[in-house]
């Protein structure tokens, strides 16, 4: 890794990127987010996104209206489905407590491979993250590309998918699959098991361990089977990247063809980092 595969200030782009993992993610050289960026540079920003579905920023200083703003650089800003903050377009995610309560979403531990609201009928585009306090040790967050899974899956295998779909629910208290939840208990939509991208027209695996259910229409058995091959290939290494927070780290991800996944971490240090949501559209 390291090699540095596009933009330079020579051809008029004034960042470059570093390609993170053979597969997936990139990290942005040369930005500062807190700074209105022109036009162009947006427009190079998105290719390098679509390019790379993750893009790593370091070193960042942002308020969350510097945060917001650079996601509608991407589209329509979304916050918390839960949380009351000052700016509703930012969502906590952290395990830290004010006079005993969560001042944030998804507090401790392991979170499984999901990909974010697929569980509505338009999941979120994308996502951008911002470390504030992080723990000594783990919480790291794993990214796969569901479009190399995808490429991975044998001519037979893939046709055999065209034209499924799969129930995709969450229970909100989840982070690791319990096989107890009642998906008609939950928000829950059903989704094609393979998604094309409707900007790089890319194909990629859009079920994920945490939240698919099954897939409509097959027996219990045939279905589990299916998935559990699926997931295994969203997961595989290979077509991973684990980031190692820093404080200041930015991270933005394609949630339209990746998945993210949190590494436990000792639940007695601290851990807050700041999302905001990009809004999506009904995949197909
Ligand atoms: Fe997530």
């Keep these: 890794m390291g090699d540095v595969v596009s933009g330079t200030e020579a051809n008029g782009v004034p960042f470059a990127v570093r390609r993170l993992s ?32 993750v893009l790593l920023f370091r070193d960042q200083t942002l308020t969350d209206d510097d945060q917001v703003r650079f996601a509608r650089m991407f589209g329509e800003p979304v916050g918390s489905r839960s949380m009351k903050q000052a700016n509703p377009n930012v969502m906590l995610i952290s395990n830290v407590r004010e006079n005993g309560q969560l001042i944030g979403v998804l507090p401790d531990g392991e979170l499984q491979f999901h990909a974010d609201s697929i569980y509505l009928e338009k999941p979120l585009m994308g996502a951008i993250l911002y470390a504030v306090e992080l723990p000594s040790t783990g919480g790291n967050t794993k990214f796969s590309s569901t479009y190399a899974a995808y490429d991975a899956l044998s001519r037979d295998e893939k046709r055999r998918l065209s034209g499924l779909t799969a129930l995709n629910a969450f229970d909100y208290e989840t982070q690791v699959r319990t096989g107890r939840f009642d998906p008609s208990k939950g928000p829950h939509y059903k989704h094609p098991v393979v998604r094309t991208h409707p900007e790089t027209g890319r194909k990629g695996i859009f079920v994920n361990r945490l939240m698919s259910q099954h897939i409509v229409g097959l027996p219990a058995k045939e279905s589990d089977a299916i998935l559990a091959r699926l997931w295994d290939l969203c997961e595989c290494p290979e077509f991973t990247y684990e980031h190692v927070w820093r404080v200041g780290d930015v991270v933005l991800w394609d949630n339209r063809c990746t998945q993210h996944a949190r590494t436990d971490f000792p639940a007695s240090e601290r851990r807050l980092l700041r999302r905001v949501g990009i809004e999506g559209d009904k995949p197909y």
């Design 22 to 53: 053979p597969h997936i993610g990139g990290e942005v050289i040369g930005l500062d987010l807190s700074r209105e960026l022109a036009p162009e540079v947006v427009a190079a920003v998105r290719l390098a996104w679509l390019q790379h579905q």
